[in-house]
């Protein structure tokens, strides 16, 4: 079986479609599969049919069972996710503060 590693910076995704079973294993840094932390050293794996999408915020080295078509891409929503979770959390703070409903 040929494998790819695949280093994925941060800040970055790296997103497919499967067309035929698709074994992922994280081997270095914390990534996650749609908020969800992936281990280090487990495989998942994923059938045809499926899409996934895989996300660091801190980089990450990834092995894959396929040697084409994974494209580590940065342009991606999870900044403004971030973005939209940092402004509620200071709502929450202002009305914890004031006694007010958030």
């Given at each position: 079986?040929?494998?790819?590693?695949?280093?994925?910076e941060?800040?970055?995704?790296l997103?497919?479609?499967v067309?035929?079973?698709?074994?992922?294993e994280?081997?270095?840094?914390?990534a996650?599969?749609?908020?969800t932390?992936?281990?280090?050293?487990?495989?998942?794996?994923?059938?045809?049919?499926m899409?996934?999408?895989?996300f660091?915020?801190?980089?990450?080295?990834?092995?894959?069972?396929?040697?084409d078509?994974?494209?580590?891409?940065?342009e991606?929503?999870?900044?403004i996710?971030l973005?939209?979770?940092?402004?509620?959390?200071?709502?929450?703070?202002?009305?914890?503060?004031?006694?007010?409903?958030?």
């Amino acid at each position: 079986m040929t494998t790819k590693e695949i280093v994925i910076e941060a800040g970055q995704e790296l997103r497919g479609d499967v067309d035929e079973t698709l074994t992922l294993e994280l081997r270095s840094g914390k990534a996650e599969i749609f908020g969800t932390e992936l281990a280090i050293g487990h495989k998942y794996q994923f059938t045809s049919g499926m899409k996934f999408s895989i996300f660091t915020y801190w980089g990450c080295t990834i092995v894959s069972s396929h040697d084409d078509y994974y494209v580590a891409r940065d342009e991606n929503p999870m900044h403004i996710y971030l973005n939209v979770h940092g402004m509620l959390e200071q709502l929450r703070q202002k009305a914890d503060a004031e006694k007010t409903r958030g």
